[in-house]
């Protein structure tokens, strides 16, 4: 089947070059959740996956705490050389979303990519922002449980007024053409988010993820309000 693009707003462009470095590191053991964190990231990645804590102190920012993980020697990452903003946030987030009371140590979470050549990529999240992404995380998996449960009048309502105007109705029904013929979804894994602006100038958090079936993966990517209580899907990227 052709691969069709349903509906796409804009492109997100984002960067981790102004993202803050250097600060004391210290090699704690990690908790449990942590150490639990550590292993899914080099599972998912290859490679080896450590981490650190450390502090960091400047007169525009404070005091900050924070935990910086670095993954190095992983063929998958290497491939993502000239951009790697996307397995940068995602390494985070996997971090993140084992946390529970960890979430109190520390302020932000920097994720460092060392490559075969000695250079390296690094990029900063503060925990306010994980959270948000692990919030609309759960909406990815519910819009999923509603595709697979047919219950398409619960996905409409998630689906933003202005936004999806003329194309509700089309893409509700290409979704139900296609997910009779392709089945259920199995599993949802997360790629990466970014935080940015639409064409318009609303903000977004936009989240991609790959859809396992029972016979191919498939890609999905959508732009939700950043609002952490808003359940509103703003744009929508859905292969066909």
């Known amino acids: 089947m052709k691969p069709i693009l349903l509906f796409i707003l804009s492109v997100l462009i984002i960067s981790c070059s102004n993202n803050p470095k250097g600060g004391i590191l210290s090699n704690l053991l990690?908790?449990?959740?942590?150490?639990?964190?550590?292993?899914e990231i080099s599972k998912?990645?290859?490679?080896?996956?450590?981490?650190a804590f450390g502090?960091?102190?400047?007169?525009?920012?404070?005091k900050k705490n924070y935990v910086e993980l670095e993954v190095k020697q992983s063929e998958v990452l290497e491939t993502y050389k000239n951009n790697a903003d996307l397995p940068c946030s995602n390494i985070a987030y996997l971090f993140y979303a084992k946390l529970v009371d960890e979430k109190t140590k520390y302020d932000e979470i920097r994720t460092v990519i060392s490559y075969n050549d000695g250079t390296s990529t690094t990029c900063s999240y503060p925990l306010s922002q994980l959270e948000i992404v692990k919030a609309k995380m759960l909406l990815v998996n519910k819009v999923f449980g509603f595709i697979n449960e047919k219950k398409f009048d619960s996905l409409r309502s998630m689906l933003n007024d202005t936004s999806f105007a003329k194309y509700k109705k089309d893409l509700i029904d290409s979704i139900i053409k296609t997910e009779d013929v392709k089945g259920p979804v199995k599993k949802v894994i997360p790629f990466g988010f970014a935080f940015g602006k639409i064409?318009?100038?609303?903000?977004?958090?936009?989240i991609s993820v790959a859809i396992f079936r029972e016979k191919q993966r498939d890609q999905f990517s959508v732009d939700f309000d950043p609002n952490i209580a808003s359940n509103n899907i703003i744009s929508m990227n859905y292969k066909f």
Do not use: F, Q
């Open 30 to 39: 990690p908790t449990k959740n942590e150490d639990s964190a550590i292993n």
């Open 55 to 62: 502090k960091s102190i400047s007169t525009a920012n404070g």
């Open 199 to 206: 064409s318009s100038g609303k903000e977004v958090l936009h």
């Open 44 to 51: 998912y990645y290859g490679g080896t996956c450590s981490c």
